[in-house]
């Protein structure tokens, strides 16, 4: 079976930098996908790792380690507008994505 | 470039009423999924399309639940009878490939069954 594992709520400053953890467990490893959903709007993909290490992309970074079945998404300089639900996601052998509860982010002033 | 669309948006029906809901891909994606989010659960695969054909459809709920993609471009789903459980937010996604490729994901249609 599969199973994900993100904390359900953060907050965090404008400016500063913040660490999104998940965990995962899955019976067979596909990669590892993170989106952002801004309330009542379409998941939007960020980032997809299927190597161990930190992929970076401007102000969002995603890292992956396959050993631990962990990953993180690091989001630094942070915006208001960086206020939204995280979303980690695997997919399945099946070719659908299997996704975590998700963390809302709330960027304070 | 258009990008996923759902239709309608909101919908509010009573309980044993049918609703249909419509998704258009990305133009030239042959996959498209449909997803569900029921208040305070995850986002949960219901079924898969490759072009027209049914891929997968193992995360339907029950038979109550409808989806076709005729031709291979738009995908409908319908729910008849509705019931209270089936409220949520029912997304859509697309994409080309099949293997490990990111979904392009709809806005979303919220379904509230009272």
């Known amino acids: 079976g599969q199973n994900i594992d993100q904390p359900t709520e953060m907050t965090a400053t404008e400016g500063a930098i913040v660490q999104i953890n998940c965990t995962y467990q899955t019976s067979g490893f596909n990669g590892l996908f993170w989106y952002q959903q801004h309330a009542g709007e379409a998941p939007t993909f960020l980032s997809y790792?299927?190597?161990?290490g930190l992929e970076e992309k401007g102000r969002f970074s995603s890292f992956l380690s396959r050993s631990k079945g962990y990953s993180y998404l690091l989001l630094k300089e942070l915006q208001m507008k960086d206020s939204a639900s995280y979303l980690c996601?695997?997919?399945?052998?099946?070719?659908?994505?299997?996704f975590g509860t998700g963390t809302r982010l709330t960027v304070i002033p | 470039e258009a990008g996923v669309t759902q239709f309608p948006s909101h919908s509010v029906i009573e309980k044993g009423q049918t609703v249909t809901l419509r998704c258009d891909p990305i133009s030239g994606h042959d996959n498209l999924y449909w997803y569900r989010r029921v208040m305070g659960k995850e986002i949960k695969f219901l079924l898969h399309?490759?072009?027209?054909?049914?891929?997968?459809e193992s995360g339907m709920p029950n038979n109550r639940f409808l989806a076709e993609r005729t031709g291979g471009t738009y995908s409908t789903l319908k729910v008849q009878p509705a019931e209270l459980e089936d409220s949520g937010v029912y997304f859509c996604?697309?994409?080309?490939?099949?293997?490990?490729?990111?979904?392009?994901f709809g806005s979303g249609t919220q379904l509230s069954v009272l």
């Open positions: 996601a695997s997919p399945t052998g099946a070719n659908n994505l299997f």
């Open positions: 790792n299927v190597l161990d």
């Open positions: 399309f490759v072009k027209e054909s049914k891929q997968d």
């Open positions: 996604a697309s994409s080309q490939s099949q293997v490990n490729e990111k979904l392009f």
